[in-house]
C-alpha cells in the first residue's frame, strides 16, 4: 500500500511538472529560468500569478470531486452514484448561475458562488432523495431518478440563461469546466473549504465502509445508518460545491475516479478515500496538462492564437469512453 501510495505521488509530481510548463506565453526553458530565480517581470508573473494557482486550483477541485464521488458511492451502494448523475453537480451549477444572474455573486464575489453552489447541490440532492430515496437506493431506480433530476435542473440553468442572456458569457465556465483565468483568490477559497470537508469525509471512513457492506451490517454493528448518510451525504454535496465553484461541472471525474481508487486501495475507505484524493488530483491536473497541450496544436495547425480547449470538454469526453468500454466488456454488471 505504501509503494501504491509512493507511486501515485510520483505521478502527482509528474502532472504538476506537465500543468506548468504545457501553457501558452512561456515556453519550457522560461520557466525552469524563473523557477532558478532569473526571467523578466512578465514571465514572472505568468507563473507565479496565472499558471501557479491554476495547477493548485485543478489538483485541488480534482481531489473533491473524486472524494465526493466515493462518499456518494458509499453511502447510497450504488456504483452509478456520482456528483454528476445524482443531482448536485447541476444543482450547484443551477444555483451559481442563479446566483449570478440575480446580481448576488460572481468571480469578483467567490465565497458567494461556494454558497449558492452549495445551496443548488443540497438542492439537487434533496430532489433525487425524494423521489428514489424512500425505496431502498435500489440502483437502477437511482439512475434513472438521477438522470432526470439532472435533466430537469440542467433544463432550469438554460431557462435561467434565456432570462439573463447577458451571462451567458460569465457563466459558460460552470457549464463546462475549466481552469482558465483561475488566480489566487480562487485557491484561498477551495483549498480551506476542501481540507474541512475532506476531513470530515476521512473521519467518516469508517461508517461509510460500513455502508458499503449494507444496511444490516451497518446497524448489526451498531451505526446510526440513517445519521451517518445523512453526514456523508453533505459532505459529498459541500465538497462538490466548491469544485464546481472553483471550476465548474467537470464531466466523470467523480464517477469513475472512485471505480479506480477502490480497484488499486480496496474497500476499506481510510485507504481509498486519501487514494480517490489522489488519483482525482491527477486526473483533472494531467487533463488540463493534455487540454493545454492540445490547444497550443490546434491553434498552431488551424492559426487560431486564442483557440482554448476546455478541460471540462477533455474529461466528459475520455469519461465516456471509458465508461462505454466498462459497459461493453462487463454487460452483466451493474453498471
Do not use: Y
Request: glycine residues 14%.
Amino acid at each position: 500500500m505504501r509503494r501504491r501510495f509512493a507511486a501515485l505521488a510520483a505521478l502527482v509530481a509528474v502532472c504538476v511538472g506537465v500543468e506548468l510548463v504545457a501553457g501558452r506565453g512561456m515556453s519550457p526553458g522560461a520557466v525552469w529560468e524563473v523557477l532558478g530565480g532569473g526571467g523578466d517581470a512578465t514571465e514572472h508573473h505568468i507563473f507565479l500569478q496565472l499558471r501557479l494557482p491554476r495547477m493548485l486550483v485543478a489538483l485541488g477541485a480534482g481531489a473533491s470531486l473524486a472524494v465526493a464521488g466515493l462518499i456518494l458511492q458509499s453511502a447510497l451502494r450504488n456504483p452509478l452514484a456520482g456528483p454528476e448523475v445524482t443531482g448536485v453537480t447541476p444543482g450547484a451549477v443551477l444555483g451559481a448561475v442563479t446566483a449570478t444572474a440575480l446580481g448576488l455573486a460572481g468571480w469578483d464575489s467567490p465565497l458567494a458562488v461556494v454558497l449558492a453552489a452549495c445551496a443548488g447541490g443540497c438542492a439537487g440532492a434533496l430532489l433525487l432523495w425524494l423521489l428514489a430515496g424512500r425505496k431502498g437506493g435500489d440502483p437502477a431506480q437511482t439512475a434513472v431518478h438521477g438522470v432526470l433530476v439532472s435533466a430537469v435542473l440542467g433544463g432550469l440553468t438554460a431557462m435561467v440563461l434565456l432570462v439573463e442572456p447577458g451571462e451567458l458569457g460569465s457563466v459558460v465556465q460552470w457549464l463546462v469546466g475549466t481552469t482558465e483565468g483561475r488566480v489566487w483568490e480562487h485557491w484561498h477559497l477551495l483549498w480551506p473549504w476542501a481540507l474541512v470537508w475532506g476531513a470530515a469525509a476521512w473521519l467518516l471512513a469508517g461508517p461509510l465502509t460500513l455502508l458499503r457492506c449494507g444496511d444490516g451490517v451497518a446497524l448489526a454493528a451498531g451505526l446510526p445508518v440513517r445519521r451517518a448518510r445523512s453526514l456523508a451525504l453533505l459532505c459529498a454535496v459541500a465538497l462538490t460545491a466548491g469544485a464546481v465553484a472553483a471550476v465548474g461541472a467537470l464531466g466523470f471525474v467523480g464517477l469513475l475516479v472512485p471505480h479506480l481508487a477502490v480497484a488499486v486501495f480496496g474497500a476499506d475507505l481510510r485507504a481509498s478515500l486519501p487514494g480517490a484524493a489522489l488519483l482525482g488530483a491527477v486526473v483533472v491536473c494531467g487533463a488540463d496538462a493534455a487540454a493545454q497541450l492540445s490547444s497550443r496544436l490546434l491553434a498552431g495547425a488551424l492559426d487560431a492564437g486564442r483557440l482554448t480547449l476546455p478541460v471540462g470538454a477533455l474529461t466528459a469526453c475520455l469519461g465516456a469512453v471509458l465508461l462505454l468500454l466498462v459497459v461493453h466488456r462487463t454487460p452483466s454488471s451493474t453498471f
